[in-house]
């Protein structure tokens, strides 16, 4: 019987690629190792292609499943294991603290879709608190654009508040054939890990945001340019900074000081643009 038959199809809504390459299925069970006691959760299992190995750690597995075709599917085909538990919810709007246990924290694995890969990943980090690491396959392009450092044509926003908030690693490529159907695009699997020191202090994720929301908006223009309304140039020059420099030049450190900066000249209470 062809997969056809047994499955849904790939749903383009959801933006589904279903992995069936067996052998990158283990190398990343092998770069998650999962270790006795950990709590697995799987977002977007589609198929079950990774769950399954996942399971067969013995280690306790939540998957969170929007498409409710695929629910019962997978309630059928994984029912002998009774460490997994399945929810058919969004992952974008899920309380992810619902599932942690005592003080234990949790560790997050997934295919994601390319098409909510960012807002995802905000929506994370948001509850990092109960997060111990990640590890999702997403397009390498997007997995570039967060490991990348300044300087870099493809460092920005999602570069800055990823790394600012985790430290990110490259792992390995996934080839467009590992999937059914092939994406147009080449996949890479990231590993993140929530930081407990932020890089160059702590200061308000929203109010980092909008610094470099501020300073990406106009990429081609100098800093000094980008940021003439939220910071003075003696500010910019006090954090060594050179005012004709552009925003992908600008180190996450810096960001972080000009955020400083501005957050003691609003401290009465105006409002964060």
């Known amino acids: 019987m062809s997969k056809s038959r047994l499955y849904p199809a790939a749903k383009k809504r959801f933006g589904q690629n279903f992995l ?15 270790q006795n006691g950990d709590h697995m959760v799987e977002i977007g299992p589609g198929r079950g292609a990774l769950t399954r190995p996942l399971l067969q750690t013995g280690q ?21 294991y009774e460490h997994l538990s399945i929810h058919q919810a969004d992952a ?3 309380d992810y603290a619902t599932l942690v246990n005592k003080d234990e924290k949790l560790r997050i694995i997934g295919n994601l879709p390319y098409n909510i890969t960012t807002p995802l990943l905000f929506h994370l980090l948001e509850q990092s608190s109960c997060i111990d690491d990640m590890c999702f396959m997403l397009q390498e392009e997007v997995v570039d654009r967060i490991c990348a450092q300044p300087g870099s044509k493809t460092y920005g926003r999602l570069s800055i508040m990823v790394q600012y908030q985790c430290d990110a690693v490259k792992l390995f490529v996934v080839p467009a054939e590992s999937f059914e159907p092939i994406p147009k695009v080449e996949s890479a699997i990231i590993y993140l ?11 308000p994720i929203e109010a ?3 610094i470099v929301l501020k300073a990406f908006s106009q990429r081609r223009k100098t800093i000094a340019n980008t940021l003439k309304n939220m910071v003075s140039q003696d500010d910019l020059q006090a954090d060594n900074i050179d005012l004709k420099q552009r925003p992908e030049t600008i180190s996450i450190e810096q960001y ?6 501005w957050l003691v000249k609003n401290e009465h ?3 964060l643009d």
Do not use: W, Y
């Open 256 to 261: 972080v000081a000009i955020t400083r900066r």
């Open 208 to 210: 980092l945001n909008s």
């Open 20 to 34: 069936h390459d067996e052998q990158v299925i283990a190398d990343i069970v092998a770069a998650v190792d999962p």
């Open 60 to 80: 306790q597995l939540d998957v969170i499943e929007l498409d409710h075709d695929l629910v019962p599917l997978l309630q059928k085909k994984l029912m002998e």
């Open 269 to 271: 209470g105006d409002k």
């Open 92 to 94: 974008l709007a899920f």
């Open 193 to 203: 890990r929530p930081r407990t020191d932020f890089i160059g202090g702590e200061v």
